[in-house]
């Protein structure tokens, strides 16, 4: 197990072209969380050791340990990240992972917020392309991956039909997408 500190990522593509020593202006939500360039430097200590000392990130970045914890505990309230440990579902009793493709007839998003109050849904995504959504579930066995796509999600009102991937290996799996 490991801690990795997943930050929130726009969706605007113009994010890729702002300059790092600029503010940022708005976040994925529309909040606006004033990520200097310092805060976007201490999300990326952050990402490569989510248990990095305080006071190695603050000599990193040019602060004191408090001016970093005070920072840290900003981007938190905000939001912006989260500081999470990541476990191998194997090695936690959880034997089965797949990706669910979802059509849905109607409000996608009364679809996603269903699905996203199930506690094996770990990742809820609306997309644009083959399906509406795309839904990561993890569970102990095949019994319960049964019985989450069959008697849960397809429940859901809306739901025309699903397309189930599941997992055979994983391969790769990082947060350490960096900040732009």
Not at 55 to 83: F, W
Not at 99 to 106: K, N
Not at 112 to 136: I, K, N, P, Q, R
């Amino acid at each position: 197990m490991h801690s990795v500190v997943v930050a929130s990522r726009s969706a605007d593509p113009r994010d890729s072209r702002e300059s790092r020593s600029e503010p940022r202006s708005e976040s994925r939500n529309g909040s606006s969380p004033n990520l200097d360039a310092v805060s976007l430097a201490i999300i990326e200590q952050l990402q490569e050791d989510g248990r990095r000392p305080y006071a190695a990130i603050g000599k990193a970045v040019g602060l004191s340990e408090a001016a970093v914890r005070q920072r840290v505990q900003k981007l938190l309230d905000q939001g912006v990240m989260q500081i999470v440990a990541v476990t191998d579902p194997l090695t936690v009793g959880f034997r089965r992972q797949a990706m669910v493709g979802i059509h849905v007839e109607g409000d996608v998003e009364s679809v996603a917020d269903a699905l996203s109050d199930m506690s094996e849904c770990e990742y809820v995504v609306m997309t644009a392309g083959s399906f509406d959504l795309m839904v990561e579930i993890v569970c102990e066995d095949d019994d319960h991956l049964l019985e989450v796509i069959n008697r849960r999600i397809r429940a859901i009102p809306g739901v025309r039909s699903t397309e189930s991937f599941v997992y055979l290996k994983l391969k790769k799996q990082t947060y350490m997408w960096g900040t732009r």
